[in-house]
């Protein structure tokens, strides 16, 4: 008899420690913070800086491609003629710098030199012509008439004497430093202009800025576009988000870096991984597509989850099951 009753003793046992195990696990499980969110994926509208005729697109709705990958043309006919017109002005703007820069030559001042020799050896003679005029007048041989010819003859040639000997010194001088400067800013504008030429050039070719999936294409060759008109749709590889909400009694438990698990509908035995990476400082209302137990009129706070192991199998707007506390450490 006391063999049965031990038996007994022992199976009611067992099973106490069972049931009080499932109803720990029952518990905890309650504790555990479960979100509904859905998977956010970034898009990105790819266009010409430049506009133009389009010459060609090299990849098509669908495509995966890569960071780098040339993904169509701008006819570069115009383009490289605004190239070659720009490096033109720019050689025009550099000789009129370093001709302003050099100054004159010495044959030029030399010919100034004798310029001004010249004038001198004229105003002399005029000067001379005039005094011994003066004397004739005293003396009431020549008219008033004749002296005021060469009183007008000695001026002319006193003048032309100043002219060369101010021509003379500039020539020794050099530009004056504005013109110099003149010269340096409309070299440094031809260089400006060389710039965005190359750039406009450069800009004709459209390059994938990260690796993605070609969602959509606006335009086929042959189309005149102008700068910035989206030609295709790019739907970012990475990151991959979730994009969850949180009610405030639950806040502190949803805090930055905190490691979730991920659970689709297609693969619910097997979570992606993911972290809290930005909580919302402000608060929202639940949007109507979050699907969630608590009531749709509550202020949430909005929450970024980096999937830190997404695949090709994760798509833009999939709902999500967002699983915090034991769950997402002991899993």
Sequence with gaps: MKKPLVTVLIVVVV?????????????????????????DIRTVNLSFRVGGRLASLNVDEGDAIKAGQTLGEIDKAPYENALLQAKANVSTAQAKYDLATAGYRDEEIAQAVAA?????????YAQNYYQRQQGLWKSRVISAN?????RSTRDQAQATLKSAQDKLSQYRTGNRPQEIEQAKAGLEQAQAALAQAQLDLHDTTLVAPSAGTIL????????????????????????????????EINLQQAQPGQEVLLYTDGRPNKPYHGKIGFVSPTAEFTPKT???????????????????DADNSLRQGMPVTVRFAGEARHE
């Design 15 to 39: 099973i106490a420690a069972l049931a009080g195990g499932w109803m720990w696990y029952q518990s905890r499980q309650e504790r555990a913070l479960t979100l509904y969110g859905n998977v």
């Design 116 to 124: 001004v020799n010249q004038a001198r050896a004229a105003y002399d």
């Design 146 to 150: 004749d002296l005021e010819n060469a």
């Design 216 to 247: 959509t294409r606006a335009v086929e060759p042959g189309s005149m576009l102008s700068a910035g008109g989206t030609v295709f749709t790019l739907s970012l590889t990475r990151p991959v988000w979730v994009r969850a909400y949180v009610d």
């Design 290 to 308: 979050v699907q969630t137990p608590d009531l749709r009129t509550d202020l949430v706070y909005r929450l970024r989850i980096i999937v830190t």
